[in-house]
Each structure stands twice: as structure tokens, then as C-alpha cells.
């Protein structure tokens, strides 16, 4: 495996856009809120929403319902398609605008998939598409939406500001309107006026609570329309699925292959090599049998030092590829023979009632393997632990060391292979390692029961 230890993290806070950093601010976040960008952004994309939205809502409704009313002719069919692929159009500029004002990165959805060239056979996979169903939902959704967050935005937004700045322009009423300031009451006998410096103090606090409130207002409204982006305009979670399943059966393939490359170079380096040189030892002891006995005796008793270093390979080859100790009497015992072999005291604590099911049980044993061979080849640890559990239906290893830390994922790193490999069986590899110690790696694999033995 490639060194991992040593090798520290790469951290990179952000504020939700695109190599952005986090800075330490002195004015807590809800009075800088109101001037940050992120507020305006978010203000622009409500603002920006009713438009576009009435432009969705229009272009969806008018195609829609013209292709419905021409389905009694062949004419509705391209309709109806065009007015989805245009959906799907809207959508994409959907997700750019997202991308840009609220910093949400959403995949596009699963491509259209034309088995054949022509028209008819794009209408055909335009109608199929989910993707395109949603878009044209998305367009229905998002106008009664656009026009509560408009109003509800709008009207927060102006209340707020023109209630913190009235001591500035309080005094247009006197001078322009021929009143004391704004009316708060009034009657045919008795009027309220903000007009003397207590109210217009009073009234320019109650606008500072507005203010500030008003940008996580505006937020929450937002939350609802990154959830319809995210949830209408991106691929479906079955897609998602199918993909990420795609990814780690490609992981597991290429797993497999470089196993099957390393134990033939192992053998062919190996344990082949060494037999083919006892081979030819004893086919040379043979010809010296009846010239030289004493030869022949001594180059018998050197082939037979051979075999037995050749057993020894084979059986760490085997070991290797998934060791006896691990079918007959489980993980307990197959991590306390890998334990006693680690450079370091280990102290193995495993605590399941059964046993997983083999494949499952066979990656937590080589999982372990693997992480005690860093501890032993890099950590310069004095002491490490292995720990096992069962919970719920997850399955959890932990291995801790008190070495020099500083181990990570970080790309091209032994570390990083295993955590492809567990991410294939949808499990989890959680490296917690500081400069300067100790590290604690924690894999979490799902539970599949052994039900056949």
C-alpha cells in the first residue's frame, strides 16, 4: 500500500459557492446578514422567480394544452413533445440560475435515450423521459410559489428598510403632505402621528428588527425553491441509484482484476519460481544418486528446506487470498491471527452475537488487515486497538493507534483504495487522524446475515 501517514488534510471551508473561504467576522451573522451578498443573491433569485415563472407557467400551459386538444390528430404528438423538450430547456436555465444565485449545485438529469435516429423516435424518448414530466411539473409548481415569495419578500424587504431609515425622510410629511409624519391611528376626532423623537426612534427599531429578520425570511423562501430545483430538475433518485451502482461494480471489477494480477505475480515470483528450482535440484540430485550419494543426500535435504519455504508462501498466498481461520471460527479469531502478526501490541475486542454473511465478513477481515499493515509500515505507534460491533443493521470496525497521525483519504493513498472498496458494498470509511496523533479509522459495512453456511 502507498504511504499514507504523513499525509495531512486539505481543508476548504465554504459559504456554499465555489472557492469561496470561510473569514472570521467581529459583527455576528444576523446583523451582517442584511448587506451580505449571499441576501442580495437570494433576494435577486425571488424577485427574478415571478417572471420567469409566469414565463414557465404560460409556455407549459399553452403547449400543453394545445397538443392535448390535437392528440384527435397526429399533430398533438410533436406538440406535446415540444413542449416538454422545451421544458427541459427552462429546466436547464433553472439550474444555471440556482447555480449562480443560490449557490446550489444540482446534476443534470438522465439524458434522453434515442434507440434510433428520426423524429419519431426522439418524440418517442422525449415522452418517456421522467426528467421531462418533471420539468413540465416544476413549470406548474413554481408559479403560485414565485408569486407567495415575491409578495411575502417584497413586502418584509420594503416594510423593514423604510422603517429603519424614517428618521431621514420623516420629514416629506410635514413639508410635502401637510401632516405631522406617518398616520399610525385616526379617526374624525383624534389622529396618531410619528412624529415625535420617541415614536420616530421607536418605529426605527421596530424597522431594525425587520431588517434583520428579513434576509432569513427571504432564505427560508429560497429553501422551498432549491428543494423544487433539487427535487423536479435534477435526476431521479432511482438514476442516481442505477449510476452509483454502475460506479462500484466498475470499483469491484477493477478490485477483482488487480487481485487476480497480484496473487499471479505472486506465484509466478513466488512459489512457482521456488518449485521450479526444486524441480531441477532434485533432478540433479538424481544423476548424482549412484556417482555421489553424499552429494546427492546433501542436495536432497537443501529441496527439502525448499518445499517447506514453497508450503510457507502457498499457505501465505492462501491466507491471503481469504484465510481458512476466517470460514471455520469467524472474525474473532482471524483478527487475532492478523493482530499477532502487527509489529505492535494489538488489543481485538469483537462483540457479535452471529456472524455476517461471507462476502461481508470477508471485507471487514481484510479491511482490518489492511489498516493494521499502515500501523505496522507507518504509524510508529507503541500500541493499537481493534474493535468490532454490530448496530443495528450496519456492521463497525474501528482500529486506533496512538502513532504520529496525519493519515488520509486524499487521492492516490492506500487509504483512499479502501475506501473505493468499501463504498462499493455501500459502506463507509471515516479517517480521524491529527498531526501528531492518535488516529482512529472507523468502517461501517452493512449487515447481511450468514443464512447459508
Known amino acids: 500500500m502507498a504511504t499514507e501517514y504523513g499525509q495531512g488534510y486539505g481543508l476548504d471551508s465554504g459559504s456554499g459557492f465555489p472557492g469561496s473561504t470561510e473569514r472570521r467576522h467581529r459583527l455576528p451573522a444576523a446583523l451582517r446578514a442584511p448587506v451580505e451578498g449571499r441576501t442580495w443573491r437570494e433576494l435577486a433569485h ?69 434507440r434510433k435516429a428520426g423524429a419519431l423516435a426522439w418524440m418517442g424518448a422525449v415522452l418517456k423521459s421522467g426528467a421531462s ?111 452509483e451502482l454502475e460506479s462500484d461494480r466498475g470499483v469491484v471489477v477493477d478490485t477483482a482484476a488487480a487481485d487476480l494480477r497480484r496473487i499471479e505475480r505472486d506465484l509466478h515470483d513466488g512459489a512457482q519460481a521456488r518449485l521450479v528450482a526444486l524441480a531441477m535440484d532434485l533432478g540433479l540430485a538424481k544423476e548424482k544418486l549412484h556417482e555421489d550419494p553424499e552429494t546427492a543426500a ?18 501465505d498466498l492462501a491466507r491471503g487470498i481469504h484465510p481458512a481461520v476466517l470460514t471455520d471460527r469467524g ?35 481484510f479491511t482490518v488487515s489492511e489498516l493494521l499493515q499502515n500501523v505496522s509500515k507507518h504509524a510508529r505507534a507503541t500500541w493499537a486497538g481493534v474493535e468490532v460491533w454490530r448496530t443495528e443493521n450496519r456492521l463497525m470496525l474501528q482500529v486506533v493507534d496512538n502513532g504520529v497521525g496525519g493519515a488520509g483519504t486524499a487521492q492516490g493513498s492506500g487509504l483512499a483504495g479502501l475506501a473505493e472498496r468499501l463504498d462499493a458494498v455501500d459502506g463507509v470509511l471515516v479517517v480521524d487522524s491529527p498531526a501528531g496523533g492518535p488516529t482512529r479509522v472507523t468502517a461501517e459495512l452493512p449487515w447481511r446475515g450468514a443464512h447459508v453456511r
Open 298 to 315: 546433501r542436495m536432497v535435504d537443501e529441496a527439502h528446506g525448499e518445499v517447506k519455504t514453497a508450503l510457507q508462501e502457498l499457505r
Open 331 to 365: 472474525l474473532d479469531a482471524a483478527l487475532s491471527s492478523v493482530a499477532s502478526r502487527c509489529t505492535v501490541p494489538v488489543r481485538v475486542e469483537v462483540d457479535l452475537a452471529e456472524r455476517p454473511a461471507p462476502a461481508i465478513e470477508g471485507i471487514a477481515y
Open 133 to 243: 414530466w418533471r420539468a413540465l411539473l416544476y413549470a406548474v409548481l413554481q408559479l403560485p410559489w414565485a408569486v407567495f415569495s415575491f409578495v411575502v419578500a417584497v413586502n418584509v424587504w420594503v416594510l423593514g428598510w423604510a422603517l429603519l431609515t424614517y428618521p431621514l425622510w420623516f420629514w416629506v410629511f410635514p413639508m410635502y403632505a401637510g401632516q405631522d409624519g406617518v398616520q399610525l391611528y385616526g379617526d374624525e376626532a383624534y389622529r396618531i402621528y410619528l412624529d415625535n423623537p420617541f415614536e420616530i426612534t421607536v418605529t426605527a427599531l421596530v424597522g431594525l428588527l425587520f431588517t434583520i429578520a428579513t434576509p432569513w425570511i427571504v432564505r427560508a423562501l429560497t429553501m422551498v425553491d432549491r428543494l423544487l430545483v433539487h427535487g423536479l430538475l435534477g435526476p431521479s433518485r432511482l438514476v442516481s441509484r442505477v449510476v
Open 46 to 114: 425571488v424577485l427574478l422567480s415571478l417572471p420567469i415563472s409566469i414565463l414557465l407557467f404560460t409556455y407549459a400551459v399553452t403547449m400543453v394544452s394545445l397538443g392535448a386538444g390535437l392528440l384527435v390528430t397526429f399533430l398533438g404528438i410533436p406538440v406535446l413533445a415540444a413542449a416538454l423538450a422545451g421544458c427541459r430547456g427552462f429546466g436547464a436555465m433553472e439550474r444555471t440560475r440556482a447555480r449562480a444565485l443560490l449557490g446550489l449545485e444540482v446534476a443534470e438529469p438522465e439524458p434522453l435515450r434515442v
